[in-house]
Nanobody, 115 residues
Framework: QVQLVESGGGLVQAGGSLRLSCTAS????????VGWHRQPPGKQRELVAF???????QYADSLKGRFTISRDDTKTTVYLQINNLERDDTGVYYC?????????WGQGTQVTVSS
């Protein structure tokens, strides 16, 4: 079992920045990838970025530039830095951990961008 806890969301003005955190606990050795997804109000969940076990990163084509995924040296926390926030970035941000049999998901953290 792997537990994921997201944090760092909140209310921010357009143009501001946020750093979201996803902290993993439990059997973290089974994790191959950690990804960030988001779900805007009334829309489907979409991939933002992911990072692999060996540190490679991949971003959704439409979201490149303002988002940066990274992790700490212990590999237990993965961050999503979001710069120059836009109103369309509003939504619930989830992290997930991929392993050979599927995915674990966190509960999400709300990001609200005001104009």
């Amino acid at each position: 079992q792997v537990q994921l806890v997201e944090s760092g969301g909140g209310l921010v003005q357009a143009g501001g920045s946020l750093r979201l955190s996803c902290t993993a606990s439990g059997n973290i050795d089974i994790i191959d990838t950690v990804g960030w997804h988001r779900q805007p109000p009334g829309k489907q969940r979409e991939l933002v970025a992911f990072i692999t076990r060996d540190g490679r990163t991949q971003y959704a084509d439409s979201l490149k530039g303002r988002f940066t995924i990274s992790r700490d040296d212990t590999k237990t926390t993965v961050y999503l830095q979001i710069n120059n926030l836009e109103r369309d970035d509003t939504g619930v941000y989830y992290c997930n951990a991929g392993f050979t049999r599927g995915y674990y998901w966190g509960q999400g953290t709300q990001v609200t961008v005001s104009s």
